[in-house]
């Protein structure tokens, strides 16, 4: 009898080019991580749709990755076949356990079909804007509440109220708290916001407050760091309201050394208008930071977790915790990645 080792497939629209790669889905990157140190007799197979732009296997951290550099035509028949094919090889040559999907969109839907004709079991995983109403693909793809997993409370909600289909499952994607090493310096710094310069993000408010901020606190000192369309207007609008001594934007850098600032901030500020469940929120959080968001991912409160309903409002949390001469820097990890591999291997 020759045995053969179970696999797990994930299918993603994109996956780093290699491990240098920190910032590319860095949540993602931690949850393949834990999934291979939890569960060592697992053979891990990643098909990347998107990025990285070239259509080749390769290994990351030991882990065959097989890119299939599909940049345009989604809804196209060649791409769907080419998705359809590429796992159906991988069946025919592996032991599947189990199928996990990465976001409920067009590439999601070959691998629905593929995994109900040959009775793979298979979760997809709801993580961002895959739950607006905007997203056509779901009425293609037909799911079943079993076969969905939210990664929060709000897109639990939203794919329900969108596309009338409540995923069964919940399961957050947590923090990696053994990724972190140690950091020492005290926090310096009043104001620190990290993410795409897009206008989904809305970071000219971020300029906003902490322009009303610096008039009571004329020492005030913030920064941001991240790459995107929005930079050269919001350095354009830094300068203009006479700020540049206050607020210093800056270039995108490693996951790692975006952790290691965050144990030196006191607040992190996150005005998106849009979130599944931000990541770096969680790693703030984990990092001692009290976060300030509009978006409530869960519906149970999170310590340290701040939730406000407009720009004034988020203006006042911050001036409030600023002024707090006993602001609690406790590390909260209310999500481990540890508990999310071990939740959604549970589900197989």
């Given at each position: 009898?020759?045995?053969?080792?179970k696999?797990?497939?994930i299918?993603t629209?994109g996956?780093?080019?290699?491990?240098?790669?920190?910032?590319?889905?860095?949540?993602?990157?931690?949850f393949?991580?834990?999934?291979?140190?939890n569960?060592?007799?697992?053979q891990?197979?990643?098909?990347?749709?998107?990025?990285?732009?070239f259509?080749?296997?390769?290994?990351?951290?030991?882990i065959?990755?097989?890119?299939?550099?599909?940049?345009?035509?989604?809804?196209?028949?060649?791409?769907?076949?080419?998705?359809?094919n590429?796992?159906?090889?991988?069946?025919?040559?592996?032991?599947?356990?189990?199928?996990?999907?990465?976001?409920?969109?067009?590439h999601?839907?070959?691998?629905?079909?593929?995994?109900?004709?040959?009775?793979?079991?298979h979760?997809?995983?709801?993580?961002?804007?895959?739950a607006?109403?905007?997203?056509?693909?779901?009425?293609?793809?037909?799911?079943?509440?079993q076969?969905?997993?939210?990664?929060?409370d709000?897109?639990?909600?939203e794919?329900?109220?969108?596309?009338?289909?409540?995923?069964a499952?919940?399961?957050?994607?947590?923090?990696?708290?053994?990724?972190f090493?140690?950091?020492?310096?005290?926090?310096?710094?009043?104001?620190?916001?990290?993410?795409s310069?897009i206008p989904?993000?809305?970071?000219?408010?971020?300029?906003?407050?902490?322009?009303?901020?610096?008039?009571c606190?004329?020492?005030?000192?913030?920064l941001?760091?991240?790459?995107?369309?929005?930079?050269e207007?919001?350095?354009?609008?830094?300068?203009q309201l006479?700020?540049?001594h206050?607020?210093?934007?800056?270039?995108?850098?490693?996951?790692?050394?975006?952790?290691?600032v965050?144990?030196?901030?006191?607040?992190?500020?996150?005005?998106?208008?849009?979130?599944?469940?931000s990541?770096?929120?969680?790693e703030?959080?984990?990092?001692?930071?009290?976060?300030?968001?509009?978006?409530?991912?869960?519906?149970?409160?999170?310590?340290?977790?701040?939730?406000?309903?407009?720009?004034?409002?988020?203006?006042?949390?911050?001036?409030?915790?600023l002024q707090?001469?006993?602001?609690?820097?406790?590390?909260?990890?209310?999500?481990?990645?540890n508990?999310?591999t071990k939740?959604?291997?549970a589900?197989?």
């Amino acid at each position: 009898m020759i045995f053969m080792q179970k696999t797990l497939i994930i299918l993603t629209p994109g996956f780093p080019a290699d491990e240098s790669d920190s910032n590319c889905l860095p949540a993602q990157q931690q949850f393949v991580v834990m999934l291979q140190e939890n569960f060592p007799g697992l053979q891990i197979i990643i098909v990347t749709v998107q990025y990285p732009a070239f259509g080749k296997d390769y290994l990351w951290n030991h882990i065959r990755v097989i890119s299939l550099n599909i940049q345009k035509g989604f809804y196209t028949r060649f791409a769907w076949i080419k998705i359809w094919n590429t796992l159906k090889k991988l069946k025919d040559e592996n032991s599947i356990s189990g199928l996990v999907i990465f976001w409920c969109s067009a590439h999601a839907l070959p691998a629905f079909w593929l995994a109900r004709t040959y009775h793979i079991p298979h979760y997809c995983w709801i993580l961002g804007q895959d739950a607006r109403k905007n997203n056509r693909v779901v009425k293609l793809i037909r799911p079943k509440p079993q076969e969905l997993i939210a990664i929060s409370d709000a897109l639990q909600n939203e794919f329900y109220e969108n596309h009338g289909v409540k995923a069964a499952h919940v399961i957050p994607v947590g923090v990696n708290k053994n990724s972190f090493g140690a950091c020492t310096g005290g926090r310096f710094i009043d104001i620190l916001g990290a993410g795409s310069l897009i206008p989904l993000k809305q970071y000219h408010l971020f300029v906003e407050i902490v322009k009303s901020l610096s008039s009571c606190f004329p020492d005030l000192k913030a920064l941001l760091f991240g790459r995107g369309t929005e930079k050269e207007m919001l350095q354009k609008k830094i300068r203009q309201l006479h700020i540049s001594h206050n607020l210093k934007l800056m270039d995108e850098i490693s996951h790692d050394e975006l952790v290691a600032v965050m144990h030196h901030g006191k607040i992190f500020l996150h005005p998106s208008a849009y979130e599944g469940f931000s990541s770096a929120c969680l790693e703030a959080l984990s990092a001692g930071a009290h976060v300030i968001s509009f978006q409530r991912p869960m519906e149970r409160d999170l310590p340290h977790w701040h939730t406000v309903n407009s720009t004034y409002e988020m203006y006042l949390m911050t001036l409030r915790l600023l002024q707090s001469d006993l602001l609690d820097h406790e590390e909260i990890i209310p999500y481990s990645m540890n508990s999310a591999t071990k939740q959604i291997m549970a589900l197989f």
